[in-house]
């Protein structure tokens, strides 16, 4: 699994110890998330990530709202993988006022994040500070930062040695 699958699971198992409502998760096909799921009891559904971006878009979003709608009652947070998926999914959002978590891995130009934020989630975590960079930008000053996060990722140092020559600036568009 990867950042945002662990994530997802850590704020499940978070919510569901400190509110003791059981969660549940909204997964896009029966791979390692789904098997970890099952493994640990957790209730799921396959939602239609597929067809997101696709011709089928409308669809893809009723199908999703269907889901959430019988799955999950008003407490349910939806957790995105890349703000991308965000955007696809506005239908459902609106539609189900759930509130949403973005997570985001890359340094996406101010450009390709004014899209997907058009209507900000309720949080944003980012893999890194400077990946949150031109989210802010696009959110602009009035955003609330306490509704930002940062949460590195899990690297294996032992595996994959961090440069130390690079800056921020090496990471800028």
């Not at 997907?116 to 602009?140: M, Q, S, Y």
């Amino acid at each position: 699994m990867g950042g945002g699958e662990i994530l997802a699971f850590a704020i499940n198992d978070y919510l569901s110890r400190e509110t003791g409502i059981k969660g549940g998760l909204l997964v896009p096909d029966y791979g390692d998330s789904f098997q970890r799921a099952r493994e640990l009891g957790i209730p799921l559904r396959i939602y239609r990530f597929d067809a997101l971006g696709g011709k089928s878009k409308l669809n893809a979003n009723i199908e999703n709202l269907r889901l959430s709608l019988q799955s999950w009652d008003r407490s349910a947070i939806l957790h995105f993988h890349s703000p991308f998926t965000y955007g696809c999914a506005r239908l459902m959002r609106k539609l189900t006022r759930l509130r949403s978590i973005v997570h985001v891995h890359l340094d996406y130009s101010e450009h390709d994040l004014q899209w997907p934020l058009k209507d900000p989630p309720a949080t944003l975590i980012g893999c890194a500070d400077f990946v949150l960079r031109n989210a802010v930008r696009v959110l602009g000053p009035e955003v609330d930062k306490t509704k930002l996060r940062t949460v590195l990722n899990a690297i294996d140092v032992d595996r994959f040695k961090p440069a130390t020559q690079y800056t921020e600036n090496d990471h800028s568009n």
